[in-house]
């Protein structure tokens, strides 16, 4: 299931209190406790691709939590409790979430998260100031600019060789406003070590690559990175 569709099933499933957020402030939620015979969540869907951390101090007994794509799922497991959860988005943006337990019937089903037209602005602005290199430099560290749009890649590509030994496939695609990125991963399926030369490799409107290791052992891998303008 792509993470629009999941994203349409949460907002269809349950009334959705939108937060414009200005990039700043604390969240409060008012999150269901566990009661017999109830199986009640609070759905937070983030302006994310995806979430890559959830910092949370609380205690085993205390909360329970879930994520899928760019949302959270909460539910409290007991009512005397009440605090802070972070969250870390894909693009490296800092939420900060207040939970605290909702009486019967009074909790949010469904918050959706929506960026300011101020902290979007400078997300675009961010995104247009983007160079080549340090888009190549990101897809290195694993690390989604602001304003980079990520998605992950299972396309599998020609082959090198005619022999097939060199198998070629994309990993991820980074999509920005003036720039396209790819992660290829380059397997060498042969017997005999394969030297990579970037001057060989063709790509309408081709900007920069970068590669991981240029000397690939039989049997091993290697990680090519792309920049071209879209």
Request: glycine letters at 8%.
């Given at each position: 299931?792509?993470?629009?569709?999941?994203?349409?099933?949460?907002?269809?499933?349950?009334?959705?209190?939108e937060v414009v957020w200005d990039g700043r402030s604390t969240i409060a939620l008012k999150v269901p406790v566990a009661r017999p015979g109830a199986s009640l969540t609070t759905a937070v869907v983030f302006p994310e691709e995806a979430l890559a951390d959830v910092i949370a101090g609380w205690d085993k007994e205390a909360l329970t939590l879930e994520r899928a794509y760019g949302q959270l799922f909460l539910r409290l497991l007991r009512d005397d409790h009440r605090g802070h959860?972070?969250?870390?988005?894909?693009?490296?943006?800092?939420?900060?979430?207040?939970?605290?337990p909702a009486a019967q019937g009074e909790h949010d089903e469904a918050v959706h998260i929506r960026l300011?037209?101020?902290?979007?602005g400078e997300r675009l602005r961010e995104a247009l100031a983007l160079t080549p290199l340090g888009l190549i430099?990101?897809?290195?560290?694993?690390?989604?600019?602001?304003?980079?749009?990520?998605?992950e890649a299972t396309e599998e590509l020609p082959p090198l060789h005619d022999d097939g030994t060199l198998r070629l496939k994309v990993e991820r695609?980074?999509?920005?406003?003036?720039?396209?990125?790819?992660?290829?991963?380059?397997?060498?399926?042969?017997?005999?070590p394969y030297e990579v030369n970037v001057q060989k490799l063709t790509l309408p409107r081709l900007?920069?690559?970068?590669?991981?290791?240029?000397?690939?052992?039989?049997g091993e891998t290697t990680r090519l990175y792309l920049v071209q303008h879209p």
């Open positions: 299931m792509t993470p629009s569709i999941l994203v349409a099933l949460v907002l269809l499933a349950a009334p959705a209190r959860l972070d969250v870390v988005g894909q693009s490296g943006r800092l939420y900060r979430l207040y939970l605290e300011s037209e101020d902290v979007a430099r990101a897809m290195r560290l694993g690390r989604v600019p602001q304003g980079v749009e990520t998605e695609v980074y999509r920005a406003a003036l720039l396209t990125g790819y992660v290829l991963v380059l397997e060498n399926t042969g017997a005999t900007m920069l690559v970068g590669v991981e290791s240029l000397h690939v052992p039989p």
